[in-house]
């Protein structure tokens, strides 16, 4: 790995300094000089926390509200999502490659641009997650109410946040108790809800371009112009967040050099071709405006519209299973993120603990858990994923540049196995989309965006202003 | 390839893994047991997917290293502790795999409860070739006061005494004294673990994964759980597990895997 990186230094407001250790990494396993952490996790494992993650918001919540806003052209939203994502998950597997740690981008940005900068990405992505899983959850509450109707239970939509709060209270604690095979499960569910996809999505499209059934529903392209075509993807950008959470376990996987960039690259990939083919399909069977009335579970509509019932019920389930797969991953990557940002001493070391009896972040998993109630009792969907794509939006943008800072001045350390093609353009392009798409946002997302931006920092200049992490590997 | 005599001469390396942090230890047979071996102990921690390996060895690693520094002393000597190393992971087996290939290791341990050994039963199973099996005995009871019974289940009787035989005439120049044992058409766990009642250790070959062994766990594990003493599992190495594929349409060696493989004992 080069010559001995630069050791972090300073402390935070309780003595306690970052724990950096020198380490090398194997395909097999990363050797700190007192012992060994076995890489477990493939190619496959990586993808389902990449596609688990991503899948639940893009098919099942938000097709309703983007045809609503961009009319068919929502479709051409979802593709410039997919390319800002690519356009970021491209740098991003270039650093996870040189960085395969724990902690994801909060890692690499307070690697490449220093504290400050490391501090209120990691903080920011904290809440960012939370906001995020916040949003599933009031998602599976929706599809949990519908799954009820369709087999003959009407309890109405008063239900859909009391469900959200009880699975999300339920997730918190299966995860802090512990469930072994949770990753399989995972996997598992991946593989299920992909299979679903493909048959049903592959029905419409032969039905939406007329070979079988009757013709498709002959609309405009784009009815309200080019406009909300980029807000809406403003919008519906959360239903890319997925990607970076598999830097998050980049410290488990195995073979980081070839896995880390085939499962961020190839989960964008294979979501967004998804996405694009669900909107098509829907804007095939219904009008935008009916779409848009039909809401968070559209979807289910446009199930009975081509398969009956069947289809209505395939959807309902794919949903369920789609959104609970996205909230439990995204709790999973909160606790890590925590973790990574309080084994720097930005956050008491006891925010990491791990208890005795599951072996379990119990600390961490809380301080996900919590907060994510709160916000899932507000219902606020949009809200929750304008929130939750801003302040990813912000480490992404922030990625490409440490990206661009790293390679300007390379240190010793830094010795990627995937190097991004299309330097220097690929990394500007990426920050200028990531930022810009913020800009597109509704300025109440804008404002909650800043508002826990500037307190991260503030958080930093009360907690832990001498630490320094620049370049210490 | 190494030869037979090769390996009678290098010293023979075994793995002892142990759940560090749950006060696994080792019983003093066991130690005594591996005195004339060339022992690794290999501390691990097992973590759900939730909790990453690094976050555990924080709060963890000094406690587990201090643990795993005093085992590898009863290893060796408090001069000379044998070689450790401690790993967090997500998976047991895998850990145990690669820890394995990397030290070279002929054999692993599965820990029990045993005081002195001084029978050894010989079980002639799995993927691992006679051969093999046999070379390691020899250097584990060479010049010991250690009784050593060869077990095998088979529905052939005459390849499997003949296996025997020859198995038993390879280790008798080491051992004290040697004994076979042959159940025929006997279910081959439940024989192995009868046969194991008298006895105070038992060495085994390793085998290939396969549908029962994920449904009720790796033989040699469920043989330990039976058994309740330690349990000794020569690894197949590369080599080995190839000639010995090759081999097998026509010898001995192939009716005791396939002896094996047609109990599904599941009494776990």
């Known amino acids: ?473 | 390839m190494t030869t037979q005599d090769d390996r009678n001469t290098t010293m023979t390396r075994v793995l002892v893994p142990l759940a560090i942090l749950e006060g696994e230890s080792v019983s003093a047979g066991l130690t005594t047991l591996l005195e004339p071996m060339n022992v690794t102990v290999l501390g691990y921690h097992v973590l759900p997917e939730q909790t990453p390996p690094d976050q555990a060895r924080l709060q963890y690693g000094d406690r587990a290293t201090d643990a795993l520094a005093d085992i590898a002393t009863e290893f060796g000597s408090a001069d000379v502790p044998a070689e450790y190393r401690l790993v967090f992971t997500h998976n047991r087996k895998r850990t145990i795999d690669r820890v394995a290939t990397e030290t070279a290791a002929d054999a692993y341990a599965i820990r029990g409860a045993t005081g002195p050994v001084e029978r050894l039963l010989v079980a002639l199973t799995g993927d691992v070739a006679v051969d093999r099996i046999c070379a390691f005995v020899s250097a584990l009871v060479a010049g010991r006061e250690i009784d050593v019974t060869l077990f095998l289940a088979t529905d052939h009787e005459p390849t499997g005494r003949e296996l025997l035989d020859r198995a038993a005439a390879a280790i008798s120049d080491h051992a004290v004294a040697v004994r076979t044992e042959l159940a025929v058409d006997e279910p081959p766990f439940d024989a192995l673990l009868d046969a194991a009642i008298d006895h105070d250790a038992i060495v085994m070959g390793e085998r290939a994964p396969s549908l029962r062994s994920i449904v009720f766990g790796d033989d040699a594990e469920r043989v330990a759980a039976g058994s309740v003493g330690p349990v000794l599992v020569v690894r197949t190495d590369a080599e080995d597990a190839k000639s010995t594929a090759d081999r097998s349409a026509q010898t001995a060696a192939a009716d005791v895997e396939s002896a094996g493989d047609r109990d599904a004992p599941d009494d776990q």
């Open chain 1, 1 to 473: 790995m080069g010559d001995p990186p630069v050791s972090a230094e300073g402390t935070n407001i309780d003595g306690e300094t970052p724990a950096v250790e020198p380490t090398s990494v194997t395909d097999e396993a990363t050797i700190t000089d007192d012992a060994e952490l076995e890489r477990t996790l493939g190619l496959s494992g990586g993808l389902a926390i990449g596609i688990g993650t991503m899948i639940g918001a893009g098919i099942f919540i938000f097709p309703g509200l983007a045809a609503g806003q961009a009319g068919p052209a929502a479709a051409a939203s979802f593709a410039l999502g997919a390319v800002v994502a690519l356009l970021v998950a491209l740098p991003a597997s270039e650093l996870a490659t040189a960085m395969p740690k724990s902690g994801g981008g909060y890692y690499f940005i307070s690697r490449g641009l220093g504290t400050l900068a490391g501090a209120v990405v990691g903080l920011s992505l904290w809440f960012g997650l939370v906001f995020a899983t916040a949003f599933y959850l009031v998602g599976f509450g929706y599809y949990a109410v519908d799954t009820l109707a369709e087999v003959g239970i009407a309890v109405g939509e008063g239900f859909v946040i009391p469900i959200a709060l009880l699975f999300g209270a339920g997730f918190t604690v299966l995860n802090v108790t512990g469930t072994e095979n949770a990753a399989k499960l995972q996997n598992g569910i991946v593989a299920l809800l992909l299979s679903i996809l493909v048959a049903f999505l592959g029905y419409g499209s032969l039905d939406a371009v007329g070979v079988i059934g009757a013709s498709a529903t002959p609309e405009q392209f784009a009815p309200f112009g080019a406009f909300p075509v980029v807000t809406t993807a403003a919008l519906v950008f959360t239903s890319y967040l997925g990607f970076a959470q598999v830097a998050t376990v980049a410290g488990e996987m195995k073979d980081p050099g070839r896995n880390l960039p085939l499962a961020m690259v190839g989960s964008v990939l294979i979501v967004g071709l998804l996405y694009v083919v669900t909107i098509f399909v829907a804007t095939s069977a219904f009008e935008s405006q009916t779409l848009a009335g039909f809401g968070e579970t559209a979807m289910v509509e446009v199930g009975r519209h081509y398969l009956g019932a069947a289809g209505a019920f395939a959807i309902v389930f794919g949903g369920l299973l789609a959104t609970m797969s996205s909230a439990n991953a995204s709790i999973l990557s909160t606790s890590r993120a925590i973790y990574a940002v309080s084994k720097d001493a930005l956050l008491p070391r006891r925010a990491s603990r791990i208890n005795l009896r599951y072996g379990t972040p119990h600390v961490a998993l809380g301080l996900a858990g919590g907060p994510i109630l709160v916000l899932t009792a507000t219902g606020r969907v949009e809200l929750l994923a304008e929130v939750a794509s801003f302040l990813h939006l912000i480490m992404y943008g922030l990625i490409c540049v440490a990206l661009v800072a790293l390679r300007r001045d390379e240190p010793d350390w830094y010795d990627p196995d995937f190097r991004v093609p299309g330097y220097p353009i690929v990394p500007a392009l990426g920050a200028i989309a990531s930022f810009g798409l913020i800009a597109f946002m509704q300025p109440a997302s804008q404002i909650v965006g800043i508002g826990i931006m500037l307190a991260t920092a503030g958080w930093y200049a009360y907690y832990a202003q001498d630490v320094t992490l620049k370049g210490a590997l």
